[in-house]
């Protein structure tokens, strides 16, 4: 892997650990207008639109704004609760923002509000040179990775993206852009074995793990 100067992190399962966030808000917004038949189970086979894009999907465009707003206060009023953060986390992202020769940035799936929303919460916002979110048609993570590109007049190859999905790895090989994959927040060992097989020995154990790779392929 060659010398990164930019470190591109993905949000959910990899800044912070958001699965129950994220499943609860929604599934208690799309029960509120009436939608049983998606739930925790099928949940994921929704997933690849931002929040905004599932729920509009299935309620419908006359329903949308006002179950978005719902979702959005049941988004807020259940984080405290939901939301955690992985031990370390805060160490690293302190250490790579201090790093002149670094540009950090947040390539998400997830809605602007959402981000924003989270990342103050976490006390993240100040770490990132931009945050690009998702689209409500499907996975644009290339695109973001392009934006990004042109924005920062970087190249690809000083890029490395960070992220915990077999998606990611898909995504991020059709970006042609080098990826680690962080398997810390899964307890399913089918899970990690999956990202193993798709991107072995570029697999993050740990936060720690990351941040021993990050400055290796950083120095």
Not at 52 to 62: L, R, S, Y
Not at 80 to 102: N, V, W, Y
Not at 111 to 123: P, Q
Not at 179 to 195: A, E, G, M, N, P
């Amino acid at each position: 892997m060659d010398k990164k100067s930019v470190i591109v992190f993905d949000f959910d399962g990899t800044l912070a650990d958001t699965t129950l966030l994220i499943q609860d808000s929604i599934l208690n917004t799309l029960r509120e207008y009436g939608h049983f038949e998606v739930n925790e189970s099928n949940l994921e086979d929704h997933f690849g639109p931002s929040e905004a894009g599932i729920i509009k999907k299935i309620v419908g465009d006359k329903v949308f704004p006002e179950a978005w707003t719902y979702f959005l206060e049941e988004y807020i009023r259940i984080q405290k609760d939901t939301i955690k953060k992985f031990p370390g986390m805060d160490d690293l992202l302190e250490k790579l923002s201090k790093r002149k020769d670094l540009l950090l940035l947040l390539v998400t799936g997830r809605s602007r509000e959402t981000a924003e929303i989270s990342l103050s919460y976490l006390g993240y916002e100040s770490y990132f040179g931009k945050v690009y979110t998702g689209s409500e048609e499907g996975i644009n993570k290339n695109i973001s990775i392009e934006n990004a590109l042109n924005d920062f007049g970087i190249k690809k190859e000083n890029i490395v993206y960070i992220g915990d999905t077999l998606a990611d790895i898909h995504t991020m090989k059709k970006a042609c852009v080098d990826l680690l994959s962080v398997s810390y927040c899964y307890q399913d060992k089918s899970r990690i074995s999956q990202l193993e097989k798709e991107n072995g020995g570029n697999v993050m154990h740990s936060v720690l793990e990351l941040q021993e790779r990050l400055e290796e392929i950083t120095k």
